[in-house]
């Protein structure tokens, strides 16, 4: 890898992308399975939410996974270090947690057609995402020979 400014955190999330693949992925194979198997306590009638949570937890975590890589690749394009990209940087390690996560647990155990408490962690992932991207495309700036 190159000596970029940025090295460091383009390995860490290069690193995460790929974890976050592999735990969301193997997640919808596991929720096929429990399709397949027919298992009650997630199709049953009444189990309608806990489904759908666990599905967008798959989704984000799948989806967040490549966000890292894509944060990683954006990462290799800017040749300046920043305090802001270490920002967006955290914000985007914390989505990927938050987001998952909260879906999971708002389907762990849920009250009727709603969701658990867990539920309460997705809306701050979700302004960690924004605040992460936010700061990306305020940081993407051609280069000086472009401008």
């Known amino acids: 890898m190159n000596a970029s400014p940025n090295s460091?955190?383009?390995w860490l999330?290069?690193?995460?992308?790929?974890?976050?693949?592999?735990?969301?992925?193997t997640l919808g194979l596991v929720l096929e399975g429990l399709h397949g198997l027919k298992a009650g306590f997630y199709l049953d009638v009444g189990m309608e939410t806990r489904r759908l949570m666990w599905t967008l937890a798959h989704t984000h975590g799948t989806l967040i996974g490549i966000v890292h890589l894509a944060f990683a690749v954006t990462l290799e394009r800017i040749d300046r270090p920043g305090d802001a990209l270490g920002?967006?940087?955290?914000?985007?390690v914390a989505a990927g947690v938050l987001l998952p996560i909260g879906f999971f647990?708002?389907?762990v155990v849920t009250y009727?057609?709603?969701p658990g408490l867990g539920v309460l962690l997705v809306p701050i992932?979700?302004?960690?995402?924004?605040?992460?991207?936010?700061?990306?495309?305020?940081?993407?700036?051609?280069?000086?020979?472009?401008?």
């Open 112 to 114: 009727g057609g709603d």
């Open 13 to 25: 999330h290069l690193k995460l992308g790929w974890v976050w693949l592999l735990l969301f992925a």
């Open 87 to 92: 920002v967006a940087s955290h914000a985007l």
């Open 8 to 10: 460091r955190r383009i």
């Open 125 to 147: 992932g979700a302004v960690s995402l924004i605040v992460a991207a936010a700061i990306v495309v305020y940081a993407l700036k051609p280069p000086r020979d472009q401008q």
């Open 105 to 107: 647990l708002g389907g």
